[in-house]
């Protein structure tokens, strides 16, 4: 089915409540070889997404397929470790269903994260981006997990995004930034459809209507958080450079290798912000 119903969010809940007592308050989605930060999880209950009914699993290499719940710094988390795509066949609906899960278990925080591509041509492989907001593209034609009847239990029919990434989040993100000497960015994201990389005139495209990092997640999850009343930080790592004048290659190898680099970053800093919420 196109959309999910209250039925669908119930199922997966009450699976993961079978295996967890943990309240976590803070939602986090680990990005594309970013899932680092789910191994320092501390007294953590690990679910495969696959036992767990309805659940989008991830089919790609770099997503582990794990829900951890467990304490980091302190806070009651779950974390994420490997999302699932559009393009790996699931309905946008599916792709929010984590997070209509995590809204239901109480998270009133997330934290998502993304390999991007580089648009803006300052940005070099290994860079944190802080997304400032986003350009919901393919939203804008109609592809949305927000379709079908709304669940009026989980939010508004016609929900604001005049601020999906929290002012507050964002500040303390480049305080904690600061502190720790993480060069941290700042830009726009698109989502866009993949799996197939840009091209050049894509990329040209995508700098002319205000993009500063390119990926194929995150805005869907965020829609849904911000539909469900969270608050959301968005992080990307940037993987690849900008391939505006065609003249570099871009690979799943390459993203996966800078994942190496961008993953202790972001532990860093994502570490930093926990400590203080
Ligand atoms: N484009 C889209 N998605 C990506 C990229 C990219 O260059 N790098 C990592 N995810």
Known sequence: MGFLTYADIENAVQAILKHTSIQPRIGMILGSGLGLLAESVASANKIATRDIPGWPAS????????????ELEGQPVLVLQGRAHYYEGYSMAKIGLPV??????GIEILIVTNAAG????????????????????IGMAGLTPLLGPNLDEFGPRFPDMSQVY?????ALAQQVAKETEIPLREG???????????TPADLRFLRGIGVDAVGMSTVAEA????????RVLGISGISNKANLDGETVTTHEE????????APRLSVLI???LRQL
């Open 271 to 273: 570490r930093g912000v």
């Open 255 to 262: 993203v996966l290798e800078a994942g190496k680099v961008i």
């Open 100 to 105: 209509r899960v995590m809204q239901r278990l």
């Open 118 to 137: 580089a648009v803006d041509p300052d940005f070099v492989p290994g860079d944190l981006m802080l997304i400032t907001d986003h350009i919901n593209l």
């Open 188 to 198: 726009v994201y698109i989502c866009l459809g993949g799996p197939a990389f840009e």
């Open 223 to 230: 829609t849904v958080a911000r539909h469900g009343g969270m």
């Open 166 to 170: 929290d002012r507050d989040l964002m």
């Open 59 to 70: 089919t790609v290499e770099g997503h582990a397929g794990l829900l951890v719940c467990g």
